[in-house]
Antibody, heavy 119, light 106 residues
């Protein structure tokens, strides 16, 4: 059974940092692109960061470029999102999602972790 | 980034109705268009990939079509469990989503 389990969310002050983690199981993690997709309260979906197979670099939404960094550890079957300089509009549920092979077609999703940026 | 525009933003329909949602992209993405269903408090679920391929275990009443910049998701006979929000997403380049279409009970 495929599982993606996110952790690391919580309450953080504006300007602060947070690191999200996603542990994967049930599939060949290293053979899939991975992404972080967020959803602000009552809003739609936004892919904020994507990392391909091998994971040497990421692709980012303009809204987080320069502030967020995506990384992966294939040996640990884990995905990470380092979030710096957090703003109130980063408040959202953050989902970890796996791509079909190298593509960014997301066939498996985690349950999400809530990040709240507030003073 | 490639922009995706869904229409309508919301619709009301009855059980058994045929429903079509459209997604228009800001540039040609060939067939690299996916559709997801999301219910409140749950993660999205992949329904259709590469414009028209039905994901495993998704009921056959769901179908997708289109290529280039214009795409559709059709539900042939709406069931109670289909009331949800639907999103299109392009996988041609850095992924982006449409704004969503909420399907509500009439």
């Amino acid at each position: 059974e495929v599982q993606l389990v996110e952790s690391g969310g919580g309450l953080v002050q504006p300007g602060g940092s947070l690191r999200l983690s996603c542990v994967a199981s049930g599939f060949t993690f290293g053979a899939n692109g991975m992404s972080w997709v967020r959803q602000a309260p009552g809003k739609g979906l936004e892919s904020v960061a994507y990392i391909g197979i091998g994971g040497r670099s990421g692709e980012y939404a303009d809204s987080v470029k320069g502030r967020f960094t995506i990384s992966r550890d294939d040996a640990e079957t884990s995905l990470y999102l380092q979030m710096n300089s957090l703003r109130a509009d980063d408040t959202a549920v953050y989902y970890c999602a796996s791509g079909r092979g190298q593509s960014s077609t997301f066939d498996y999703w985690g349950q999400g972790t809530l990040v709240t940026v507030s003073s | 980034d490639i922009q995706l525009t869904q229409s309508p933003s919301s619709l009301s329909a009855s059980e058994g109705d045929r429903v079509t949602i459209t997604c228009r992209t800001s540039q040609n993405i060939r067939i690299f268009l996916n559709w997801y269903q999301q219910k409140p408090g749950k993660a999205p679920k992949l329904l259709i990939h590469e414009a028209s391929s039905l994901q495993s275990e998704v009921p056959s009443r769901f179908s997708g079509g289109g290529s280039g910049t214009d795409f559709t998701l059709t539900i042939s006979s709406l069931q109670p469990e289909d009331f949800a929000t639907y999103y299109c997403q392009q996988s041609y380049s850095t992924p982006t989503f449409g704004q969503g279409t909420k399907v509500e009970i009439k």
